[in-house]
């Protein structure tokens, strides 16, 4: 009897110090891990709303770069972190198609999150470097036919939406080429200004500025429709590549179990800064698109994560590339 009152005294005790805990919830900084390097497109999104966010929650969100296996190690890392309403995840595509590629993974993109929010959309882009011998989009798709053996494709490795664009791009015509996987286009990049390889597909987030600047060659977007930052582009499905469309989409995450009412005013601060003009302003330039707040929310995003499962797996499937 007195083991049994001491029991309920107890969870009286500790449900009101959670309650509490909750209700004043942030009482310290907050981790957004991002699963690519610093300075990539992930990277930009994630500062860009972790910067609003904090205003927002009034306690710091900082950015932490987990890298490796394409977006994995953050993953599984995200997935374990306690559930505690200080660490969160932002993740793209690659949560869904990771599924497929990754005979083994150490998470369950379906039942180890508790879903936040969506928050943009980013088209990509078909690059190669300054020099690259080709000029327009034909004149590439000639080259790398002719020239296979010796051209190096960029990449972020198996889950990032790099390869993916990249596995795409060389099935529609028809060529194997040499990937070179980085931990982030972000470094991917930098061996593109330099010349290190070859051709790569990227995020406008990433890529606006450097094709503004002339620093790299610029062959379509990935979108069905051209998008508004780069009006001369053409799309890759305009000039030959019949139904070829990535979009980039992302989501933040945090660890199944974290308090419904952090997940819930965590989407608040998500969609407060989506609303920031400062943020709207960024994005726009980069190219990438604001999610209407209707799609905000964690069901939306439960549902998008599935049915991003089900469309890529069989698209990945018919690749043929996987990793343990
Ligand atoms: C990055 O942030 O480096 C990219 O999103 C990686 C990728 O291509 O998926």
């Not at 007195?2 to 005790?13: E, M």
């Not at 972020?156 to 060389?170: E, Y």
């Not at 406008?204 to 503004?212: A, C, F, G, N, W």
């Not at 952090?262 to 998500?270: I, Y």
């Amino acid at each position: 009897m007195q083991f049994k009152r001491t029991l309920v005294t107890l969870l009286a005790v500790g449900t009101a110090a959670l309650a509490h805990a909750q209700g004043n919830w942030p009482t310290k900084p907050i981790t957004l891990v991002v699963p690519f390097a610093a300075g990539g497109p992930t990277d930009v999104v994630a500062r860009t709303l972790g910067a609003s966010m904090t205003k927002a929650l009034g306690q710091t969100v900082i950015v932490e770069n987990k890298l490796g296996a394409g977006g994995n190690v953050a993953a599984a890392y995200a997935a374990k972190a306690p559930a505690d309403g200080y660490t969160f995840f932002i993740h793209h595509n690659g949560m869904a198609t990771s599924t497929a590629l990754y005979r083994k993974l150490s998470y369950d993109a379906l039942k180890d999150f508790e879903y936040v929010s969506q928050a943009v959309e980013v088209p990509m882009t078909l690059l190669a470097r300054k020099d690259f011998p080709a000029n327009n989009f034909q004149e590439l798709v000639t080259y790398v036919k002719a020239n296979k053996e010796k051209i190096n494709l960029a990449t972020a490795g198996l889950g990032a939406v790099s390869q993916l664009c990249g596995m795409m791009f060389q099935r529609a015509i028809g060529v194997t080429l040499t990937e070179v996987p980085f931990q982030g286009t972000g470094p991917a990049m930098n061996a593109l200004l330099g010349g290190q390889v070859d051709v790569m597909c990227d995020q406008t987030t990433q890529t606006v500025p450097q094709i503004k600047a002339g620093s790299v060659k610029l062959y379509g977007v990935t979108t069905k429709d051209r998008v508004k930052v780069l009006p001369n582009a053409p799309t890759l499905a305009e000039q030959g590549l019949k139904d070829f469309e990535v979009v980039v989409w992302h989501g933040i995450y945090a660890p199944k179990g974290t308090p419904k009412a952090v997940v819930d005013r965590m989407n608040a601060a998500v969609r407060a800064a989506l609303r920031d003009p400062d943020v709207v302003k960024r994005m726009d330039d980069l190219g990438a698109e604001i999610v209407p707040d209707a799609k905000n929310t964690p069901e939306a995003l439960h549902v998008l994560l599935k049915s991003e499962i089900d469309k890529w797996g069989p698209v990945i499937r018919a690749g043929g590339k996987f990793a343990d």
